[in-house]
């Protein structure tokens, strides 16, 4: 069974620009969350989405993030224009039911904004 | 959710026990403990939960005191693979907002040869 895998493990991106970062859900999961952690910080909750539903986004900027997890595909965490205060890791995890006792982890991608 | 303080670092020799300690003073009658650990540049792994018996599994044991307070993780032979950061999370199994792990600053647990 393949874990929770996401894409890029690595984003370099200039200041103004766009990021991407996917996550593709454990099998049979349909229940994805994202968090960011900032150097030397512990992770903070970001996004909570079911299937073509954002479920709670209370701990996510509410400019320039969005994320979506549509019908078809992975997760998508997308931020515009780029600042500096940007760079972290971004993980997601995944679960098969709501709330989740086991949320399971991906690698995380880590954006570095240039 | 339950506010929980862990010792910054700890260090083990190779080989032996391992004993984190947690402090969940404020902990609810229905929030259980759970253990996450990161290892250097991965994502979090969950390692047990419990509400109040003490649990065991094939990665740790988990002991819960009987007023709910406090809680050690123990991993009975460290190895240095288990050298990571271990994270103590108070939460509510089900209902709510429980999705949202809520992550300190952890415990960074050295493991020695």
């Known amino acids: 069974n393949a874990g929770v895998m996401q894409n890029p493990r690595h984003l370099v991106r200039r200041r103004g620009q766009e990021a991407r970062l996917r996550c593709s859900p454990m099998?049979?999961?349909?229940?994805v969350y994202w968090y960011r952690q900032l150097p030397e910080e512990g992770l903070k909750f970001m996004v909570y989405?079911?299937?073509?539903?954002?479920?709670?986004e209370s701990g996510m900027p509410k400019e320039r993030f969005s994320a979506e997890f549509p019908k078809e595909g992975p997760s998508i965490l997308r931020i515009q224009q780029v600042v500096r205060g940007d760079s972290a890791a971004y993980f997601c995890a995944s679960s098969r039911r709501d709330g989740g006792n086991e949320q399971f982890f991906g690698p995380g991608t880590r954006l570095t904004v240039l | 959710d339950a506010k929980t303080t862990q010792p910054p670092s700890m260090d083990c020799a190779e080989g032996r026990a391992a004993n984190l300690p947690c402090n969940h003073s404020?902990?609810?009658?229905?929030?259980?403990v759970y253990w996450y650990r990161q290892i250097h540049s991965q994502g979090p792994q969950y390692i047990i939960h419990g509400l109040k018996n003490n649990e065991t599994n094939e990665m740790a044991s988990l002991i819960i005191t009987e007023d709910r307070k406090s809680s050690t993780l123990i991993l009975p032979h460290a190895t240095l693979r288990d050298t990571a950061v271990y994270y103590c999370i108070v939460r509510v199994e089900s209902g709510g907002s429980n999705y949202k792990l809520t992550f300190g600053k952890g415990t960074l647990l050295t493991v020695n040869p």
């Open positions: 989405l079911q299937k073509e539903n954002i479920i709670d």
């Open positions: 099998k049979g999961h349909s229940h």
């Open positions: 404020t902990i609810s009658g229905n929030e259980y």
